[in-house]
């Protein structure tokens, strides 16, 4: 026998696992000393909104009957050495779910990335973190897993249209994570075992016969009568294949100078910029959670989303929340030395004493007129002078220019700074002399908006540190919305975050698998 169960629990009795089965199968009218009955969670979501915090739970009991697996049994990928290559660029979730979507079609994938495998990366962030060095093609950015391997591991999407949101998380678990993020509203991996189960997304490919280049970078494309024939490296070696799955993420400025060098049609695309704002993560769990003390050892660390209306100079733009990393920590994030960029994380557990996020602006194309010279990099030459100046402003390593919250909305100088995640460390400065005008005074009205909707937010016993810039791609390679393909050049992909297409690994995932469906549909399928 088989009952769903729609369940409102207290913290405890949703993540007590001995406390739960007793109240769902009591709930189930089924004697809780019964052996052979067992319960489990489908479905779990937090509802903070009453002052009594309950949790949400979609339940499972059989009694008497073997539970169904809650993931499909993952079938061995066919073998596909032999197979004719298709070539993907960027060993981020889009590269990755899309080499092995060509596996399991029968053709081989030629997976090639600038950075190192997932373990190498590590001393790149720790020459970061700790002696200031940004190497431009191994950091949280560039390296196999792309930058959400190391930046956070959220696994939340709203895009439903790209794929099937369920195969992907699926993906995942067979791969060495938790069953927890089929279960959770806003599921999560954390950074500390992402890099483990990336290794075994790619073990994948190469056990299949598929190829994984690492510290292979592309300089150049082979072009033949408008049609995408392959690639060329830094090394002069070319590569060949039936298309070109273009995965590179949201970062590789190089790659949109070549694509602009070689006339292939990319457009500037809007994005937003602002700062990362560090919270002490007791203080957002009172407030969120209306607790007096702390959250107790049940409830997860909590998260925030905001969003304000704001006006200036007759313009209405959106400041908002983004990438919200509770329990988490701020990491530098440049891909060039030069530059600040910072981004969030968190560890699986979401134990760190901080809560950070990313306030930022949306950023139109026409608030930017004196870029326009650039063409279609006109977006992304703006971001590139914000992030160079931040780097002027915090002393010219990766020191982060940084401002205390109440401060910042009361143009006043921070006499001091808090203690922070961000392991470089931070200067105290007047961040409307770091963001332009018109993101530094839409961040104060929302900053101030923010107060008023959560009750102790807008407070010194915050800071902004900067900057944020790196949201999403400030530039579009067109496709054609039904072939996938770019309108121009054939056998060309621009997929996910890099081509302003997907936004999350998630998101990313599902695009990269559409975009090897798209090219194989169209030039091996016969």
Known sequence: MKKELQLQLSPEEAYDENLFRQVALKKAGINTDNQQAFARQVRRSIDARGRQVKVNVTAEVFVNETPTPLINTPHAYQKVSGKDPIIIVGAGPAGLFAA??????????????????????RRDLAAIN?????????????GEGGAGTYSDGKLYTRSKKRGDIRRIMEIFVSHGATEEILVDAHPHIGTNKLPKLVAELRESIIQAGGEVLFETKVVDFILEDNEMKGVITADGEKIKGLGVILATGHSARDIFHLLHKRNILIEAKPFALGVRVEHSQNLIDRIQYHCEIDRGPYLPASSYALVHQTLFKGKQRGVFSFCMCPGGFIVPAATSPGEIVVNGMSPSRRD?????????VAVELEDLPQYQKYGPLAAMMFQSEVEQKAWKMGGETQTAPAQRLMDFTQRKVSKSLLDTSYQPGLRS???????PDFIAERLRQGFIAFG???KGYLTNEAQIIGVESRTSSPVRIPRDKDSFGHP????????????????????????????????????VIK
Do not use: T, W
């Open 352 to 360: 760190s004493k901080y809560a950070n996020s990313g306030m930022v």
């Open 429 to 435: 400065v007047d961040m409307y002399e770091v963001l």
């Open 488 to 523: 121009i050049i054939k056998r060309l992909y621009p997929c996910a975050e890099g081509a302003g297409y997907a936004g999350g690994i998630v998101s990313a995932a599902m695009d990269g698998e559409r975009c090897a469906e798209k090219l194989i549909e169209q030039y």
């Open 100 to 121: 092995l979507r060509a596996i399991e079609l029968g053709v081989k994938p030629i997976l090639i990335e600038r950075g190192k495998d997932v373990r190498a990366r």
């Open 452 to 454: 008023n909707k959560m």
């Open 130 to 142: 700790k002696n200031h060095i940004v190497n431009p093609e191994s950091n949280y950015c560039f």
